[in-house]
């Protein structure tokens, strides 16, 4: 522990913007003392040092990875399509801003686990403020959240083996082939696992975006116009502002993440080494992709190169829609998993029975986001369902009511305090009205490719329609 009571300079920055109330600085006093105890005692693992199963184990390099392989996957794909709809100057001040809003958002979130160790999830969040109800009705928005993401994965799995394949079959069997394959990459129990299979992701979505961004650039198969700004009905213009913040919709799992981390006050660095690498890399491949590919750009964006080249990049794309969906389902999983079992050591144990049921919620939730896939079969459609649903709440909205709840009564003891409430309530304003206005252009989509589309469930070339 340093001299001035924090054992480490981010528990001292959480303190100052609002993460500890005087009476939780460690070191300072007694009580702060023993309600740090308590707290620990609370951690959803429980005491690990004689588990068959330990959780705490991953290094903050591991949760970066982790957090970049859930984010920075299907989210790209849509970004040139999005520059193509709002005009390069809009769409490159959205990404870059709403990047770092979302920044700030994800280090609030780092400081109210700090404050509260037994958040494992948005539903403990809920519980800490708003008691049982709040635990119920965050609980159900992050399953319906995950599920909802889960589901965007089967259906670009199923739009990926129709470009490779060249329609090989019907689409559902495609859809259901995902199911399977994603059902077994979820089953290990802990996310140090799964750390590994993230830097494949990485690797994975570089490697298949890099070979679209050269493909259009050499092929330049669209009419190569970039406008400046464009044109367009409010609807459509506000979709394409979901999509954006579908690629920032990370969030969700952020409690998950930091709760597995060996030392959670490096959750700082895992969060800056996301983002860092999502506003670059969405900049980068948001304008060279619309450069070459002009107006008519695919979402995802893969579908915009040649047909060998489309179906090299998503051939390379495989593991990242895979296990980006991968780990939001584990995520998932993890919070009924402990929810059912949390305080006792079944949850530790290496049985076959704590295997057994874990695989069963697997492979219900799997189902579900099977047929949600199948449901809503427009690519751009479902990511702005889900923005507008959830992501304006757990990427934007909720932080500004976690900072609001840590420094409740603390509003007026600074200029700084004055304006990061300012900025807190701005955030949860910012997600209420992209709830409002997300749902109206999503619902107006929805509706009007609904006639146009293949329909839900069915047998044709998904592949062709998000070219």
């Known amino acids: 522990m340093a001299a001035n009571g924090y054992r480490t300079e981010y528990e001292k920055d959480a303190y100052e913007t609002g993460g500890y109330s005087s009476d939780e600085r460690l070191g300072e006093t007694?009580?702060?003392?023993?309600?740090?105890?308590?707290?620990?005692?609370?951690?959803?693992?429980?005491?690990?040092?004689?588990?068959?199963?330990k959780y705490r184990t991953m290094a903050w390099w591991q949760a970066g990875m982790i957090m970049i392989a859930e984010t920075i996957s299907l989210g790209?794909?849509?970004?040139?399509?999005?520059?193509?709809?709002?005009?390069?100057?809009?769409?490159v001040i959205l990404i870059g801003g709403l990047g770092i809003i979302a920044t700030y958002t994800g280090y609030v979130i780092g400081q109210f686990k700090l404050a509260y160790p037994r958040v494992h999830n948005m539903?403990?969040?809920?519980?800490?403020?708003?008691?049982?109800?709040?635990?119920?009705?965050?609980?159900?928005a992050q399953i319906m959240f995950l599920v909802f993401v889960m589901g965007s994965h089967i259906l670009t799995f199923s739009i990926?083996?129709?470009?490779v394949t060249s329609?090989?079959?019907?689409?559902i069997v495609f859809g259901i082939t995902g199911l399977i394959v994603c059902l077994i990459c979820t089953l290990p129990r802990t996310l140090k696992n799964v750390s590994y299979m993230a830097i494949v992701s990485f690797m994975s979505i570089v490697g298949a975006v890099m070979i679209t961004m050269v493909g259009v650039g050499v092929e330049k198969p669209g009419d190569q116009k970039v406008d400046v700004t464009q044109k367009i009905g409010f609807a459509k213009g506000f979709e394409a502002v979901t999509n954006i913040i579908f690629a920032y919709a990370g969030h969700v799992a952020f409690f998950s993440f930091i709760s597995e981390l060996h030392t959670p006050e490096t959750y700082p660095k895992a969060l800056y080494l996301l983002q860092g690498c999502d506003i670059s890399m969405?900049?980068?491949?948001?304008?060279?992709?619309?450069?070459?590919?002009?107006?008519?750009?695919?979402?995802?964006?893969?579908?915009?190169a040649s047909p060998l080249l489309r179906k090299i990049a998503y051939g390379v794309a495989i593991p990242t829609i895979v296990i980006a969906g991968v780990v939001n389902g584990h995520v998932a999983a993890k919070y009924i998993y402990v929810r059912m079992y949390r305080g006792t050591d079944r949850m530790s144990k290496n049985s076959w029975g704590s295997f057994g049921i874990w695989a069963l919620i697997v492979l219900g939730l799997w189902t579900i986001?099977?047929?949600i896939a199948e449901a809503i079969p427009v690519f751009n459609d479902l990511l702005g369902l889900i923005s507008a649903l959830f992501a304006s709440w757990f990427t934007y909205g909720l932080s500004?009511?976690?900072?609001?709840?840590?420094?409740?009564?603390r509003y007026r003891e600074s200029k700084k305090k004055m304006f990061l409430t300012a900025v807190n309530c701005g955030t949860f304003s910012m997600g209420a009205i992209i709830m409002v206005l997300g749902l109206y252009s999503s619902g107006t989509a929805i509706k009007k490719d609904s006639s146009g589309s293949n329909g839900s469930f069915s047998c044709a070339d998904n592949s062709k329609k998000s070219a």
């Open 369 to 371: 986001a099977w047929m």
């Open 400 to 409: 500004g009511v976690f900072w609001l709840y840590l420094n409740k009564g």
């Open 76 to 91: 790209i794909l849509s970004l040139p399509s999005t520059l193509a709809t709002v005009g390069l100057v809009p769409g």
């Open 160 to 163: 990926m083996m129709n470009t």
């Open 30 to 53: 007694e009580k702060g003392l023993e309600d740090s105890k308590s707290k620990d005692s609370d951690d959803p693992f429980g005491d690990e040092s004689k588990s068959e199963v």
């Open 167 to 171: 329609h090989g079959t019907c689409t």
């Open 282 to 304: 969405y900049l980068i491949v948001a304008i060279v992709t619309y450069r070459y590919a002009g107006a008519d750009v695919a979402s995802p964006a893969l579908g915009s």
């Open 123 to 140: 539903a403990d969040a809920g519980d800490v403020m708003f008691g049982p109800v709040g635990r119920e009705i965050f609980g159900a």
